[in-house]
């Protein structure tokens, strides 16, 4: 028997089984019973039992893979070019930049003076700050703007709980204080370089508090300097790009206050733009004598206004680029002449340059039918130069300095792929499925030139559709693992993302949000229909939301699909956004719905993956979770694997795999990420039954 041929294997391997402890959950006369509610508590001994009991069923399920996913990792890690530099960039008299080195996991940050053959200096390395520990992340990095202080900031179990440090670049020596609990994305210097505003964290992860922090002074003496009471609002500290201005934003999912500040000016008091108003949406970044904001009010697509400096509040509102219903604006970056606007239309990103104060504009043109740009380090606002990012299906990463007024581009890298990697071997298209409603539904396809779909084929289709998140048509060196062996892979742009503007995010949210499921099942119809692949041969993948989407589908079709791999999923939906103790539920309501509401609440449990699970067959599948993560209880995807062994008919294979040391993002460091990959494509490569051939 082959090594592979594990059906029958699994019969000696007896999963876990699950306790059975009922508790009843009650809302709006509706009774629910939960037999898996007690995972919730981590101080019971038995949740992590169960946890590594279902961690040791899964390594023994997938040991006869062990050499294929072996040979997995050292393809991906073999097209790494391990040791390499990043683009480096100019602020002030310094170029900066990371670098990596072959066998060390994290990056090294560094910077030189004057030019880029002076000594290098490293700032900050990664790799030492994570010795010791499991999992680490860093957040802050910001170099004050005398560019003698680094403040910088850690989180060593996957929690998100960030603890900010200040150093001095000169002696190497590091400030007495440090602060715990602090947002990972949160923080800006005052331009006195001794004056920092960081925010904190409540017990639901959501940042809501700003304070005012003076280097070299015990913390408990730090002002607060803003406190958002509302659990639906987070809190965030930022700087324009002419560096004038401190912006203190809060923002619900669909609501949205900007505050300034003078940033030669750190202990004055911040001034309102304009008070929040429900479903008004306004980013603000400045130029000159104006504020530019861009908003939804009468705008779904957004539209960018300016408005004086010294009278920013609404009435005092111009239009710059009006509303427009087939194109979206989606940000804007300011620099000494020109701004840059952010714009999506028929589902692709545009980049659209408008000179001041002349207001001549143009669009900066790309290649390929289908791609992703994103702009990219660009700390000089007195420049000329536009730095972006490009990428495609087939293109890897590619970092672009684009004059803003010759209209010339040069390529500075593109990321190196080794082993022979030839672009012009792979094939990206743009198709369309049609969804029940008749709504056509785009979706992007990549696979190797050679292949000839004349017959269904190994196709692994993946989504997300929720939060107005586009997702990417860019490339992954890693993905050639897959269409190396004749693996198409696609991607459904389902409603509940912001592809074809807000209104596609709008129709896929609150009482909508089933669209997002039905058309991922049109997509997956569209490919068997086609001919490009059979429900034999179809597998999907999805993470957080995404794994909602996949545990709402397999629920919806669980014949539609082969195998199905669901990352730290979102799957108890309705008992998560109930509690509002737990992290974040509150601001979910804006996405979901408030499920106190008899409408959402009814809504939300019809689609719920946990609720739904029903006595049937399902494909194969792999659920993974972070015993740390914040975003998603380790708990959720624990329950839907137990209640599914429970109930479902089938002898296919469920394994549950629990990183116990890092949350939602799973492992840290490069290398350790590499192996989750290889781990879930020898899962997949097994499943499709390639596991032989690809070893």
């Known amino acids: 028997m082959s090594r592979f041929s594990s059906r029958e294997a699994l019969t000696t391997l007896q999963p876990p089984i699950a306790e059975k402890r009922p508790y009843v959950l009650t809302a709006h006369g509706d009774e629910r019973i939960d037999d898996y509610y007690w995972m919730r508590d981590r101080d019971d001994p038995a949740v992590m039992a169960y946890l590594e009991a279902e961690n040791a069923y899964t390594e023994a399920v997938m040991q006869p893979t062990a050499d294929l996913q072996t040979k997995l990792y050292n393809e991906i890690l073999g097209r790494i070019q391990e040791t390499d530099l990043s683009v480096p960039y100019r602020k002030g008299d310094y170029y900066y930049y990371s670098r990596t080195e072959e066998g060390k996991a994290?990056?090294?940050?560094?910077?030189?003076?004057?030019?880029?053959?002076?000594?290098?200096?490293?700032?900050?390395?990664?790799?030492?700050?994570?010795?010791?520990?499991?999992?680490?992340?860093?957040?802050?990095?910001?170099?004050?703007?005398?560019?003698?202080?680094?403040?910088?900031?850690?989180?060593?179990?996957?929690a998100e709980l960030f603890t900010l440090y200040f150093l001095d670049l000169a002696t190497r020596e590091l400030y007495a204080e440090s602060i715990p609990d602090t947002a990972y994305y949160s923080f800006v210097w005052g331009n006195d370089s001794r004056t920092v505003f960081y925010t904190q964290v409540d017990a639901a992860h959501r940042p809501h508090k700003l304070f005012r922090h003076t280097l070299g002074t015990p913390i408990d003496q730090d002002v607060l300097v803003f406190h958002e009471p509302d659990d639906a609002y987070h809190l965030g500290i930022g700087k324009t790009a002419s560096e004038a201005y401190l912006l203190l934003s809060l923002n619900s999912k669909v609501t949205s206050e900007v505050h300034f500040l003078?940033?030669?000016?750190?202990?004055?008091?911040?001034?309102?733009?304009?008070?929040?108003?429900?479903?008004?949406?306004?980013?603000?970044?400045?130029?000159?004598?104006?504020?530019?904001?861009?908003?939804?009010?009468?705008?779904?697509?957004?539209?960018?206004?300016?408005t004086p400096v010294s009278r920013p509040s609404r009435e005092n509102w111009e239009t710059v680029i009006p509303h427009r219903e087939t194109v979206m604006i989606t940000g804007v970056s300011a620099f000494a002449r020109h701004l840059v606007i952010y714009e999506r239309q028929g589902g692709l990103e545009t980049v659209r340059v408008r000179q001041m104060p002349s207001g001549d504009e143009h669009y900066i043109t790309f290649p390929e039918p289908t791609y992703e740009i994103g702009e990219g380090a660009n700390p000089e606002y007195d420049t000329n130069t536009l730095r972006f990012n490009y990428t495609s299906l087939v293109t890897p990463w590619s970092v672009f300095d684009y004059d803003l007024d010759t209209r010339d581009r040069e390529l500075k890298k593109e990321t190196p792929v080794l082993g022979g990697f030839d672009k012009t071997q792979y094939v990206s298209q743009r198709l369309e499925a049609i969804a029940p409603d008749g709504t056509p539904i785009p979706l992007s396809l990549v696979y190797h030139k050679d292949?000839?779909?004349?017959?269904?084929?190994?196709?692994?289709?993946?989504?997300?559709?929720?939060?107005?998140?586009?997702?990417?048509?860019?490339?992954?060196?890693?993905?050639?693992?897959?269409l190396d062996r004749g693996v198409v892979m696609a991607i459904a742009h389902i409603r509940g993302g912001s592809e074809l503007g807000r209104k596609w995010y709008e129709d896929g949210k609150f009482l909508n949000k089933k669209n997002t499921f039905t058309d991922f099942i049109a997509c997956a119809e569209y490919l068997v229909d086609r001919g490009w692949t059979s429900p034999q041969h179809l597998a999907i993948t999805g993470g957080s939301a995404g794994g909602l989407l996949v545990g709402a589908v397999v629920n919806l079709r669980p014949d539609l699909f082969r195998v199905a791999i669901a990352d730290v999923p979102f799957v108890d939906v309705v008992t998560t956004i109930l509690d509002p103790s737990l992290p974040l539920s509150v601001m979910e309501w804006e996405e979901w719905g408030n499920p106190n509401d008899p409408a959402f609440y009814h809504y939300m449990k019809s689609y719920s993956p946990y609720d739904n699970v029903t006595a049937q067959d399902y494909p194969a599948m792999l659920v993974t979770a972070g015993l740390n993560d914040p975003r998603v209880s380790y708990w959720e995807p624990a329950k839907w694997t137990a209640k599914l062994r429970a109930l479902?008919?089938?002898?296919?294979?469920?394994?549950?795999?629990?990183?116990?040391?890092?949350?939602?993002?799973?492992?840290?460091?490069?290398?350790?990420?590499?192996?989750?990959?290889?781990?879930?494509?020898?899962?997949?490569?097994?499943?499709w039954g390639l596991a032989e051939e690809a070893c």
């Open 262 to 306: 003078d940033a030669n000016d750190p202990t004055g008091e911040f001034k309102l733009i304009q008070a929040r108003s429900p479903g008004v949406e306004y980013y603000v970044e400045h130029h000159g004598e104006h504020f530019y904001i861009t908003t939804n009010q009468d705008a779904i697509n957004f539209q960018l206004l300016r």
């Open 451 to 482: 292949l000839q779909p004349t017959e269904p084929r190994p196709l692994l289709l993946t989504g997300y559709g929720s939060y107005g998140y586009s997702y990417p048509d860019s490339f992954s060196s890693t993905r050639l693992s897959l």
């Open 106 to 158: 994290y990056s090294i940050f560094c910077r030189k003076k004057g030019s880029l053959d002076a000594p290098e200096e490293v700032l900050l390395d990664e790799n030492l700050l994570a010795a010791g520990h499991e999992y680490f992340d860093l957040g802050v990095l910001q170099v004050s703007p005398d560019h003698r202080l680094l403040a910088y900031s850690i989180d060593t179990n996957g």
């Open 648 to 687: 479902k008919t089938d002898s296919n294979v469920l394994l549950l795999k629990t990183n116990m040391g890092a949350g939602h993002s799973g492992a840290s460091g490069r290398y350790e990420r590499i192996k989750e990959a290889a781990f879930e494509y020898a899962f997949l490569l097994w499943q």
